[in-house]
């Protein structure tokens, strides 16, 4: 963040092709928040979900799926 949104997001797309972060939770969470703020709704949408989709705990699940919903605002 301390670059910009468009930086933070090109660091993210860096590593999101590494093996042991296909299933990381907070790498797709920070790319929807990313996304979102660039104004990406849809692409924003689908990264929420899909840290959603890797939560095993309810609360953040909810937090996450909330946050996608916002994405049709």
Do not use: H, W
């Not at 972060?21 to 924003?44: M, T």
Request: proline share 3%.
């Amino acid at each position: 963040m301390a670059f910009g949104t468009e930086t933070g997001l090109a660091l993210l797309a860096e590593i999101e092709a590494e093996p042991q972060l296909a299933d990381y939770l907070p790498l797709y969470a920070a790319k929807g928040d990313f996304l979102f703020r660039l104004e990406r709704r849809a692409e924003a949408q689908a990264a929420f979900e899909r840290a959603a989709g890797l939560s095993d705990n309810a609360v953040k699940r909810c937090f996450l799926l909330r946050r996608a919903e916002t994405c049709d605002s």
